[in-house]
């Protein structure tokens, strides 16, 4: 065979291995471990995959002189490149010991074996001192070149007899350094361009669920309901183009856009036995027959379903689910799209717990704050003060010292349980300067049963209650009235009831204090409103406060505290997080 004839034949190899490289990589779990390179299992899995084409191109060659014109360099060196060490020296032993192998008394079989060897190895290093060039086709040839020069010069050296060894060089030399620089450069550029490929394809699909979640959140942060279900599938198959998407709670589905909404109807029981799995188990499903997906009606269009869970504090409360037909099937891709927007989506539903808490504690904290320094509240309790200097020095004495107890149990509460004691201490201090300042107008009556003083309650729970009963149901009412605070324990509850005589609360207002809208910074019933939201947050709707007024007649607020003194005097946000 000619030279040239012999170049022709191993270039003709080169467009098959290469083909069937393009193809393999192409092909599902092979494209996912390709690009996963940082495992061991993946190292094992590309010294597999190249040894595979190292062995195929010791077969691309031809027999000439006992020996073989072959293309193993176009794979150990991509390897090495690719891999590092590790991966170009097992490829290059898988190789190199099967071309000594298959002739082991081969007069060139030793120098072959060795040199395949050395150039997976040699390209490992390569990749090692220049990783940021392990993809550069550039590099695979010059080591493909530089590879079977020092492989022909090995075969010179070490191939016995001379004359015969030098005759089989000046053949296959220049064959095989063409056939393997042009095969490696390949293979790198193969790699390199599916590898970007994935990239960019990773790229679209994040920045499609990011686009998403983005457009999302203003929805889902206000919870999971008919309406924010509805924006939120609306703005996903508007981007996403699938047949259907539907949106569903623990039991009814919320929304469904798209095909089938003759019969996937919002508002109605979940009827797919897919989405109730879905939600018993918590586990993503992509269905890809119409009998798996579970709808009863025969003249259904889906034939092909995915279906992720919502979760909201490791509770599964929803579903989403794309569904497709015969002419638009789902694919792998879009299982995986859906899998992230679950994650995010979820993660959105939880700062709708997040953003109450945040709301809750910012009005805690400015209420506070309010109470620490008030100017209002400060001037009016010193030119009390002031008053009893000269009359009364040591009733002046007595109230300094309220004062002093009241803004310092202020400054030193957090957002951690107290006692019960502690917080009776604060209204205590509170009401002795209320008292001193309007006199006979305002009465205080405590009813507090023995035991209960060590009960673990949130601070500021009970006194802004008081607060408010004296500033807008008796110091409003001319003739002022009387305040009693009943505090008893019923089993493991501690009973909270507030009551006054006053001038009751008008009804347009004792519509709004205990709704659950958002938080409004108006001055009336803050502190009312804010109570009730932390106990609700922290220990249930269940403990939200009962409210009777009636105008002219005074005004009834009552709640309950599970007892939590085995925990100790834990934080609101722990007992929160117990409980969700």
Known sequence: MSISALITFLLKHVGILIAGAFILLNISPVQELNFRRGSGYNKLFLVFFFGIFGVLGTYSGNAIFNSYANLRAMAVIPAGLFGGPIVGLGVGLIAGGHRFLIDPWGFSALPCAIATILEGLAAGFIHLRYPDRNMNWNLAMVLAFVGESMHMLLVLLLSRPYEQALELVKLIALPMIIGNALGAGLFIHVIKTLYTHREKKDSTQ?????????????????????????????????????????????????????????????????????????????????????????????????????????????????????????????????????????????????????????????????????????????????????????????????????????????????????????????????????????????????????????????????????????????????????????????????????????????????ATLLDHRDLESHAEGIGLRNSNKRLMHIYGPEYGMEITSSPQRGTSISFNIPKAASRGLTSEAELATDRA
């Open 206 to 510: 994040a920045q499609r669920i990011f686009d998403i979640a983005n457009n999302t959140v203003r929805h889902l942060r206000s919870g999971l309901n008919s309406t924010t279900a509805e924006a939120t599938a609306r703005i996903i198959y508007r981007r996403l183009r699938v047949p259907a998407v539907a949106i569903t709670d623990h039991s009814h589905v919320l929304v469904h856009v798209g095909l089938g909404n003759d019969h996937h109807l919002a508002g109605e029981p979940i009827v797919t036995s897919s989405t109730r799995k879905v939600i018993q188990t918590g586990t993503p499903i992509f269905l890809r027959k119409k009998d798996a997906i579970g709808c009863d009606r025969p003249q259904c269009p889906f034939h092909s379903a995915i279906i992720v869970p919502l979760k909201k504090g490791g509770r599964i409360v929803g579903t989403l689910k794309f569904y497709g037909s015969r002419t638009a099937e789902l694919n792998r891709i879009q299982f995986e799209v859906a899998r992230g927007l679950s994650d995010l989506l979820s993660i959105q539903l939880e700062l709708e717990d997040i953003q109450v808490k945040d709301r809750l504690l910012a009005h805690a904290e400015i209420r506070h704050l309010q109470a620490q320094i008030n100017p209002h509240f400060l001037f009016n309790s010193l030119n009390t003060i002031a008053s009893f200097c000269r009359t009364a020095p040591d009733k002046a004495r007595e109230l300094i010292l309220d004062l002093s107890l009241y803004m310092r149990k202020n400054l030193d509460s957090s957002r951690g349980f107290i006692r019960l004691a502690d917080e009776l201490a604060q209204i205590n201090s509170y009401v002795a300067i209320e008292t001193a300042r309007f006199g006979d107008k305002i009465k205080v009556n405590l009813n507090i049963e023995p035991g209960c003083e060590d009960w673990a309650i949130p601070p500021l729970i009970i006194q802004p209650l008081v607060e408010n009963a004296i500033k807008h149901g008796i110091a409003a009412n001319e003739n002022g009235g009387t305040i009693s605070l009943g505090i008893f324990r019923n089993l493991d509850m501690l009973v909270v009831m507030v009551e006054d005589d006053g001038c009751g609360i008008p009804d347009n207002i004792l």
